[in-house]
C-alpha cells in the first residue's frame, strides 16, 4: 500500500493538521502513561524541525460527545512541553472561533494542541459539517495515529475530503511497514503466537494467518475452547461453547500447524479484578481437575514453544498466554516475551500486536527489545485479520 508520507511533502510555513493518538492513562490530572505522546515524536520533530506550524488533534477516552473535564487533554501539552523543551499552546476547543485563532497566532516551529475531538459527538458519527471545521485549521494533513486508524472518524476519514494532500506520519509508516511484513513478505519459518481470553475475538485472525504461517501456537483462555473440542477435560476453565465446532474444524484444517499446550496453570480461585487467586497447580492438558480453572500455560509447554521458536525468522504475537494481569499467573506470557527478545537478538523479526500483549510486554520490561510493539489495538487486530483500515485508505496514493 503506496500512500503519501510526511517526507513527501513540503511543510515549511504551511499549518499542518496532524491526527496523534494521545488516548492516554489520566491519574490525579497528570499524564500516567506516556508511552503514546513519546511514540508521535519523530513526526513532531520533523514537522516543527521543517518549519511548519504543527496542530495536534487526539481524543482521550469515551466521553461520548460531552464536555468531561478529567477527559481534557490539557495535561499532554504539559508531557509536550517536557519532551521538546518549549511553550506548547492549548486551546479548549478543537474547532471554531477559539481554535482557528490559536492556529492564526502561530509562527513557523510552533506546537498548537487542540481539545478532545471526542467532547463532539460529531466525531465518531464522521459528520461532514464537523470535519469541515476541523479542515480549516490546515493546509495539510498528517494521521499519525495508528491506533485509531481502524476507525471512520471525522478525523481520521472525513477530515480527508478536505485536502489534497493526506499523508502518514513517521509512527504510521513504521506500524504499517512491521506489520505489513509480517502479514504479506515474511521471512520463514513464520510463527503466529495468539492467546487471548475468547476464541471468537480471534476468529479472523486465525482465519487469515493459517494459509500464510508455518506453525500457530495458542495459548490463553482460548485454549480451553480448543481443549474441548479435543474431548478434554476443562475444568472450570472458560469455554466458548458455541465456538467448539469452529475450534475442531480448526484443528482439523491445520494440522500439525497448530500448537496446543500440553500443560497448564491451573487455581481453585481466581478474582482478576482484585489481583488475587487461589491455590496454583501444573497438570497435563488432559488432567484439569473438575473444580479447577487453568489460568497459564505450564512450564513443560514453554520449553515446547522455546524449541519451536528457536531459529524462527518472523513471529507475530497477539494475547497473552495467561491471565498476566496477576503476577502468579504471568510467568507463561512473561516467558514468551523473553523467547522473544532472545530471538530477536539473533535476527528474527518479532512484532507485538496490540493490546494485551503489548502491555505483557511492556510489564516484562522487554519492549526495546523487540523488533516492534504496535500502538494499535484493535487497528492491529483488524490489520492481522487482512481488513482494510478506513484511516489508511483515506490517505492520498502516491
Known amino acids: 500500500m503506496k ?16 491526527r496523534v493518538d494521545f488516548n492516554v492513562p489520566l491519574k490525579s490530572g497528570h499524564v500516567a502513561d506516556d508511552t503514546r505522546i513519546r511514540a508521535a515524536m519523530p513526526s513532531i520533530r520533523y514537522i516543527i524541525g521543517q518549519g511548519g506550524k504543527l496542530v495536534l488533534m487526539s481524543h482521550l477516552g469515551r466521553p461520548k460527545g460531552a464536555r468531561v473535564p478529567d477527559m481534557s487533554l490539557r495535561p499532554c501539552a504539559e508531557v509536550l512541553e517536557r519532551l521538546l523543551s518549549k511553550p506548547i499552546a492549548f486551546v479548549e476547543d ?211 514453544f522455546r524449541g519451536v521458536l528457536k531459529g524462527v525468522r518472523t513471529v507475530i504475537w497477539n494475547g497473552p498466554m495467561g491471565v498476566f494481569e496477576i503476577d502468579a499467573t504471568a510467568r507463561g506470557t512473561f516467558a514468551i516475551a523473553d523467547i522473544l527478545a532472545e530471538i530477536t537478538a539473533q535476527g528474527a523479526v518479532t512484532v507485538i500486536g496490540g493490546g494485551d500483549s503489548a502491555a505483557a510486554v511492556e510489564k516484562a520490561g522487554l519492549a526495546d527489545r523487540v523488533s516492534h510493539v504496535s500502538t494499535g489495538g484493535g487497528a492491529s487486530l483488524e490489520f492481522i485479520e487482512g481488513k482494510v483500515l478506513p484511516g489508511v485508505a483515506a490517505l492520498t496514493d502516491k
Not at 3 to 18: A, C, E, H
Not at 285 to 303: L, N, Y
Open 94 to 304: 478543537c474547532m471554531g472561533i477559539p481554535a482557528e485563532s490559536a492556529v492564526g497566532r502561530m509562527q513557523p516551529g510552533d506546537v498548537l494542541l487542540l481539545e478532545n475531538l471526542r467532547f463532539y459527538s460529531e466525531e465518531e458519527k464522521n459528520d461532514p459539517g464537523f470535519a469541515r471545521q476541523l479542515a480549516r485549521l490546515g493546509d495539510l494533513y498528517v494521521n499519525d495515529a495508528f491506533g485509531t486508524a481502524h476507525r471512520a472518524h471525522a478525523s481520521t476519514q472525513g477530515v480527508t475530503r478536505f485536502f489534497k494532500q493526506c499523508a502518514a506520519g513517521y509512527l504510521m509508516m513504521k506500524e504499517l511497514d512491521y506489520l505489513g511484513c509480517v502479514i504479506g513478505n515474511p521471512s520463514r519459518p513464520y510463527v503466529a503466537v495468539l492467546g487471548g481470553a475468547k476464541i471468537s475475538g480471534k476468529i479472523d485472525v486465525i482465519t487469515n494467518l493459517l494459509p500464510k504461517v508455518d506453525k500457530i501456537i495458542i495459548g490463553g483462555g482460548m485454549v480451553f475452547t480448543f481443549y474441548k473440542a479435543k474431548g478434554l477435560p476443562v475444568g472450570t476453565s472458560l469455554v466458548e461453547d458455541d465456538k467448539v465446532d469452529l475450534a475442531r474444524r480448526i484443528l482439523a484444517e491445520g494440522g500439525q500447524k497448530v500448537l496446543l499446550p500440553s500443560d497448564c496453570i491451573v487455581t481453585d480461585a481466581l478474582d482478576v479484578k482484585a489481583g488475587k487467586v487461589g491455590a496454583l497447580k501444573t497438570v497435563a492438558a488432559e488432567a484439569i481437575p473438575s473444580d479447577w480453572k487453568g489460568v497459564d500455560i505450564g512450564p513443560r509447554s514453554v520449553e515446547t
Open 3 to 18: 500512500k503519501l508520507t510526511i517526507d513527501d511533502i513540503d511543510v515549511q510555513g504551511k499549518r499542518v493538521l496532524m
